[in-house]
T-cell receptor
């Protein structure tokens, strides 16, 4: 299995632009998680899906952030408009069923908003 | 609210020395406990997890952790550290019906 795939691996954009991060979970996994990692705040859970349905989005910082999972093999995290404070590494992870099962992390997308 | 603390931000040990990374949690329900490791520039990987049963859990790469309910702790140990163990280590806690929470992480440096 290829593992969790994220794209792009690096993204540099200017403030105000729309940013879309993509994730392909491991085939057969029913849960998908989006995390943000910064030096100041550590690793934060933004949202997680179970069977393509958002279960908990309480970690989404504000309305500028949105996430979708149109099918079991694809998810997006969108930031519109982006701000410099959104600069971070964004990880996608998947598991068989929920956070209590082993989560398999992708390599992350390093986002820099200028 | 549930929380996880890792008191040590950064630890340095010599190769071959023993290692213990501390993790304390505050959780209302029966906790499920995890240790993940993050190598530089990579995502996290599960080292071990505890759900129930024997409180001493064996993981990958020679790591083990002990759950102590009375101390609300789940410390990670390794008897002899290798240079390749240099990484960031995250303790995490979850429970059915509760959010899954990661600790702030402990960065491990290994001296040759």
């Amino acid at each position: 299995d290829a593992g969790v795939i994220q794209s792009p691996r690096h993204e540099v954009t200017e403030m105000g632009q729309e940013v879309t991060l993509r994730c392909k979970p491991i085939s057969g996994h029913n849960s998908l998680f989006w995390y943000r990692q910064t030096m100041m705040r550590g690793l934060e859970l933004l949202i997680y899906f179970n069977n393509n349905v958002p279960i908990d989005d309480s970690g989404m910082p504000e309305d500028r952030f949105s996430a979708k999972m149109p099918n079991a093999s694809f998810s997006t995290l969108k930031i519109q408009p982006s701000e410099p404070r959104d600069s971070a590494v964004y990880f996608c992870a998947s598991s068989l069923a929920g956070g209590l099962e082993t989560q398999y992390f992708g390599p992350g997308t390093r986002l820099l908003v200028l | 609210a549930q929380s996880v603390t890792q008191p040590d931000i950064h630890i340095t040990v010599s190769e071959g020395a023993s290692l213990e990374l501390r993790c304390n949690y505050s959780y209302g329900a029966t906790p499920y406990l995890f240790w993940y490791v993050q190598s530089p520039g990579q995502g996290l990987q599960l080292l071990l997890k505890y759900f129930s049963g024997d409180t001493l859990v064996q993981g990958i790469k020679g790591f083990e952790a002990e759950f102590k309910r009375s101390q609300s702790s789940f410390n990670l140990r390794k008897p002899s550290v290798h240079w390749s163990d240099a990484a960031e280590y995250f303790c995490a806690v979850g429970s059915y019906g509760q959010n899954f929470v990661f600790g702030p992480g402990t960065r491990l440096s290994v001296l040759p």
